[in-house]
């Protein structure tokens, strides 16, 4: 693909502080609304100009292994549905559908409030939805792909993804992090989660999400096939972690925003298994976006993220 749009809005909570309630230019500001773009960089006319980080590059790097048997057994993927894994201190939850891990928040998924950032939180939320797939016995050598999506070419893709925060995990504290899924339509997939804390049970936030399949090599978008449907939907259960409600359309910004980010270019460091940026780096390029003086008095306490394309390595994006 070309290019990629992502929109994205964030509900804030505001935190007390004496010393910005009486500034006029730091009230009203309940609700920040940032659209990135991503498009193809310009040619560069001469290769001189980057010649020599080329040559570097090329000389420090070995050629990547294909997927091995050593590889296999180093991570002893299940091929059978399993219901503790005690390495993750994972279990299948919800009459043997939904799954359950145990976390604690370490030093460097906090910020400088010691307590857990958004992109931590995302981060997990990945992790135990691969976790899932992992016990399942479906998963295959893709990021999250059944054997039936390998054999047909297709990987998962999120087109939207929301969270509600409540309360933030503080630094050494165990949360329990529940996930399930379901069907979105005829060809996509509904997963929810919920975090809550293992000493009280107190929620702590809830997230939603909608998967579609895509070709991983025409990068188009793929409806599911009837072997895929088969293998997943006996993990499909009705039940939401946030109530669906009316979309809310968000504005298109231009040129006109009133904070921007020009130039981002993915780091090697931003791409996932599929060769993509991770669903995750987004929010982060969008957070650098907003003013430290309102970070400083606010906390987010929501967020809703529109995935409408692909970014890749050598793509340039605009955060506003």
């Known amino acids: 693909m070309a290019a990629c749009r992502c929109r994205i809005t964030f509900p804030i ?24 773009t991503c498009s193809r960089p310009h040619k560069v006319d001469s290769l001189s100009q ?13 050629e990547n292994p294909s997927h091995t048997k050593e590889q296999i057994t180093r991570q002893n993927i299940p091929t059978k549905k399993q219901y503790i894994d005690a390495h993750r201190q994972g279990l299948i939850i919800e009459e043997g559908v939904g799954y359950r891990q145990k976390v604690v928040i370490r030093s460097y998924e906090v910020g400088p409030d010691k307590t857990a950032t958004l992109e931590s939180i995302l981060y997990l939320l990945q992790e135990t939805a691969l976790n899932h797939v992992w016990l399942s016995g479906l998963l295959s050598n893709g990021f999250g792909a059944t054997h039936g999506m390998v054999r047909n070419n297709l990987i998962w893709v999120v087109s ?3 969270v509600q925060v409540d309360q933030y995990p503080i630094w050494g504290e165990v949360v329990e992090i529940d996930t399930w899924v379901g069907a979105s ?11 809550r804390s ?12 909608i998967w579609v399949m895509m070709n991983e090599k025409t990068r188009r978008l793929s409806k599911m096939p009837e072997e895929v449907r088969a293998e ?6 009705e039940k939401q972690a946030i109530k669906e409600e009316v979309p809310v359309k968000i504005p298109k ?5 009133r904070y921007a980010i020009t130039n981002l270019k993915p780091k090697r460091s931003d791409l996932d298994m599929n060769q993509h940026v991770n669903n995750v780096k987004y ?13 400083e008095s606010h906390q987010l306490s929501g967020i809703i993220l529109e995935y409408k394309g692909m970014c890749e390595f050598r793509h340039c994006s605009i955060s506003m």
Do not use: Y
């Open 13 to 36: 909570r505001c935190t007390s502080n004496s010393n910005n309630s009486h500034d006029p230019n730091k009230q009203n500001m309940h609700k920040i609304k940032i659209k990135g």
């Open 50 to 62: 980057t010649a020599g980080v080329a040559i570097t590059s090329v000389a420090s790097v070995a």
């Open 160 to 162: 939207k993804l929301q």
């Open 185 to 195: 339509g005829k060809n996509g997939m509904k997963r929810d989660w919920l975090i």
């Open 198 to 209: 293992q000493a009280t049970g107190h929620v702590f936030a809830r997230a939603t999400s």
């Open 232 to 237: 997943i939907s006996p993990w499909f259960i």
């Open 253 to 257: 910004l231009d040129e006109k925003a």
């Open 283 to 295: 929010v982060r390029w969008m957070l650098e976006t907003i003013p430290d003086q309102f970070l």
